[in-house]
């Protein structure tokens, strides 16, 4: 009997435990519901004062009344800006945006760097980069320096300090030898060409870019078809490391010009497949007539990727299509005749 | 004390341990949850979505008579965002007009078939690309059941990750983003993620969208949302955080292609294949020594139409049980090797004795308890006693999810659906759990006797276009 008692407590004490977690949570809750309430309220309340700050601020202008309760008020103010960051693209009124979040949330984010809970922090980190806060980007860079774990705040300060064009970031890229492409190229997309340049300039004094670094550097230019790096680009296609030539190719055909398309020939002959595969993107991006019957030839590479290149960028010539045709009845091999016959029917989609 | 006494209580004994288990597990998972509840999602994802390194994705809808909901299901998937992705609906041989309702909405084109063989299928007998969306193919093949289906749909597949949705399922527009992000943050160690999984019933669906969450209002269905969260809540990110999570449900998970090439792809002769291939995963990540992983995120991405009706739902969980025990008995050699680290002497007996086999205790337990109130022939003390540990397993440990899931996510929008879950999250040993357990039973028992087919669920269209239900 005193098991069955002891089980009966046990029950009884964890329902009433239960019960209990769940008044507050019910309580929590609408407290949270009455909370969205008033700055749904409050947003909608500003929302057209402000938007006419954004959208006119020649015309005569009165900062509206806003709550005393400062939680409130930042918080229908960030949410209002985020909504504003969707509906204007325009550089001057995201400068505006930005002007209003440095002057209501500024003070909020830095306080929340200095004292916030991790998740508050990280989310303190994604507006100071969406509105560009610049007069935090000091306390950005410290904060970095003050984080020893690299999780997602480490990167997310790394971000915000890079689109706030702090110079420490290009030697964090230069010392970090963990960054991997993607992240590198986050923080390079995020420069201006001012730190572009000194990340060059450094990469040719001394041979200290990690590889990660230079790659992420050499695909940012080319997909961005930036003029100003195209020859270091181009350079690097003769590079002694494979690696660099094949992302340097990469890079190439999205510029889709070379300067020597001569330079090309030796790779479709290359012993790597990679590069006998971008060597037909390549000379597919720059329309490169000269190149069709060492395409043609590419049909029959035993590496499919290859000879899947070699049609795919065929096409991109004007009788590229008349080509495919012939292949496709009249090719010995069997593989040409297949691919010819695949690209002839498939639109988009890329390699299959 | 006699032979059914001592029975009486080893599941006593067993039923607490489970508990307890259950608890450890929530509070391995506990401090992550805790931590990244406030994190702005939205935020979180941004990158990934302009960036264009972010690693295009096959997604691939094995299909088996689903005209009634393939093409609101193809629409959800149509208006995801993701920078680069290509859908493959792979029309397991229907009987039905699956293959003409997506032709007739969609534009379907024949097109030339060059597809790679990576897996031996049945016979592919034509595909056919979009009109309208160029990155919309069907692929038309032999009926062989949902694993084979998948295995063609990765064979044409031409992307280096695949996401695996099943026909009645919605994904939330960033779906693909969120459970592509741990894959993208450790640049590829991650070679497998899954997502929470929600039951759709009762919400409201607009243009293969969740517009409005609600709950539904048979009982049946709302017992499933708790049941769920008990399994995603608690179980599930204790696994992850541990590298040792044996499930992504086939409802939604997310693959990286050449592993699973190099595993060689879903296992056929199995109903659990979802749950196999990725025991295969974890198999061959640990043999290699590699340091890939597979991670849960806890974030709900995946909406699903539960089973409405007795039959179907009855239907599903034998298929469940059975999957789950093909899956053991496949890969028994890792049950307590030391060899596969946590998978083998953890995860593994784990499943075996919690999520299989609890169901034949709880039956037993049953037994007990009305041979003890009703007949005597058992202590009455001890039938109360096991009628109480029960109480605690099913129904407060149910209980406790529910509170979970709005301390954590507090996706329902008002104060009454809590309450409401709360309360039948109280009542489920009481029926709910009865009745699943003896299906489960059920599922042990035919596991035995194999038979091979695709789930029979009864569709009642949750998904259908533009129907708020």
Redesign the interface.
């Known amino acids: 009997m005193r098991m069955v008692q002891t089980f009966l407590w046990v029950v009884v004490g964890l329902l009433a435990v239960q019960l209990v977690l769940l008044a507050v949570l019910i309580v929590g809750k609408q407290k949270a519901l009455k909370r969205q309430r008033k700055i749904a309220w409050v947003k909608g309340q500003v929302m057209p004062i402000y938007r006419q700050f954004i959208e006119a601020p020649e015309q005569k202008w009165m900062e509206p009344q806003l709550p005393s309760n400062k939680s409130i008020r930042q918080a229908a103010i960030e949410e209002m800006l985020i909504d504003f960051q969707e509906t204007y693209k325009d550089q001057k009124e995201r400068n505006r945006i930005t002007d209003l979040a440095e002057r209501h949330l500024a003070p909020r984010y830095q306080s929340i760097l200095k004292n916030g809970g991790w998740a508050e922090r990280i989310n303190a980190l994604y507006f100071i980069e969406d509105f560009r806060i610049a007069s935090l980007k000091e306390e950005v860079f410290s904060h970095f320096k003050s984080l020893a774990k690299q999780d997602d705040e480490y990167w997310q300060c790394l971000r915000a300090a890079a689109i706030l064009q702090e110079p420490k970031v290009v030697d964090v890229l230069f010392e970090e030898s963990n960054l991997s492409v993607g992240f590198a190229k986050e923080l390079l997309m995020r420069m201006d060409e001012e730190l572009h340049q000194r990340i060059m300039a450094r990469m040719f004094m001394k041979d200290d870019a990690p590889e990660n670094l230079l790659y992420a550097f050499i695909m940012l230019n080319g997909e961005r078809k930036s003029e100003r790096f195209f020859p270091f680009v181009e350079k690097l296609m003769t590079d002694e490391r494979k690696e660099v030539r094949i992302k340097a190719m990469k890079s190439l055909t999205h510029y889709g010009r070379l300067s020597d398309p001569q330079k090309l020939s030796a790779f479709f002959i290359s012993l790597f497949w990679e590069e006998r595969m971008y060597a037909a993107k390549l000379a597919g991006a720059c329309k490169l007539t000269d190149f069709k019957e060492q395409l043609i030839q590419l049909f029959t590479d035993p590496v499919w990727w290859v000879r899947f290149a070699a049609a795919d960028n065929l096409q991109e010539f004007e009788d590229g299509n008349a080509l495919l045709h012939e292949i496709a009845s009249t090719s010995e091999d069997a593989y040409a005749r297949d691919v010819a016959r695949h690209m002839l029917t498939k639109k988009g989609g890329g390699n299959r | 004390m006699n032979a059914i006494e001592i029975i009486s209580l080893g599941i006593i004994v067993y039923m607490l341990a489970a508990g307890g288990i259950y608890l450890v597990l929530f509070l391995v998972a506990g401090p992550k949850i805790n931590?990244?509840?406030?994190?702005?999602r939205t935020?979180?994802i941004?990158?990934i979505m302009i960036?264009?390194?972010t690693y295009p994705i096959s997604v691939l809808v094995p299909a088996y008579n689903e005209e009634a909901g393939v093409a609101s299901t193809v629409r959800s998937l149509l208006s995801l965002n993701y920078p680069q992705y290509?859908i493959i609906v792979v029309n397991d041989g229907s009987t039905d007009k699956t293959s003409e309702k997506l032709m007739d909405v969609f534009q379907m084109k024949?097109?030339?078939?060059?597809?790679?063989s990576y897996f031996k299928t049945g016979k592919l007998t034509a595909a056919y690309?979009s009109e309208l969306h160029?990155?919309l193919?069907l692929i038309e093949k032999e009926n062989g059941g949902k694993a084979d289906a998948l295995n063609a749909g990765v064979n044409?597949s031409?992307y280096p990750y695949f996401a695996a949705i099943d026909g009645d399922s919605i994904l939330e527009k960033d779906a693909l983003l969120k459970t592509m992000k741990p894959i993208?943050?450790s640049?590829g160690r991650v070679t497998a993620t899954g997502g929470t999984v929600r039951i759709a019933n009762g919400c409201k669906i607009v243009k293969g969208e969740v517009t409005e969450i609600k709950l539904p209002k048979r009982p049946l269905e709302v017992m499933q949302i708790v049941e769920y969260f008990r399994a995603f809540l608690i179980g599930r990110l204790g696994f992850s955080r541990a590298n040792i999570l044996l499930i992504i449900s086939g409802a939604f998970g997310v693959f990286e292609k050449s592993r699973v090439i190099k595993v060689g792809g879903y296992n056929t002769n199995t109903v659990g294949e979802d749950m196999e291939l990725i025991v295969r995963i974890h198999r061959s990540i640990k043999e290699e020594k590699s340091n890939q992983r597979i991670e849960y995120i806890q974030d709900p991405v995946c909406w699903t139409e539960a089973p409405s009706t007795i039959a179907s739902l009855r239907a599903q969980r034998i298929r469940w049980q059975r999957g789950l025990a093909e899956t053991i008995w496949i890969h028994r050699k890792m049950l307590f090797n030391p060899k596969y680290k946590g998978i083998g002497m953890f995860s593994m007996p784990y499943y075996l004795f919690i999520e299989l086999l609890s169901a034949v205790f709880e039956v037993i337990g049953y037994g007990i308890i009305i041979s003890g109130l009703l007949f005597s022939f058992v202590d009455t003390?001890i039938a109360?006693?096991m009628l109480?540990?029960m109480?605690?397993y099913g129904s407060?440990l149910s209980?406790?999810a529910v509170?979970l899931e709005?301390?954590t996510y507090?996706k329902y929008p008002?104060?009454k659906s809590?309450?409401i879950l709360?309360v039948y999250a109280?009542t489920e040993i009481f029926w709910y759990r009865i009745l699943a357990n003896f299906w489960r039973v059920q599922g042990l028992i035919y596991s035995l006797r194999k038979k091979h087919a695709w789930g029979d669920m009864e569709r009642k269209g949750v998904f259908s276009d533009d129907t708020p239900t």
């Not at chain 2, 024949?110 to 597809?115: N, V």
């Open positions: 931590r990244e509840k406030k994190l702005n935020e979180q941004e990158e960036n264009k390194d290509e024949r097109i030339e078939l060059a597809a790679r690309q160029p990155h193919y044409f031409q993208i943050d640049s003390d109360l006693v109480l540990v109480i605690l407060l209980a406790l509170l709005e301390w507090h008002d104060v809590i309450f709360y109280l």
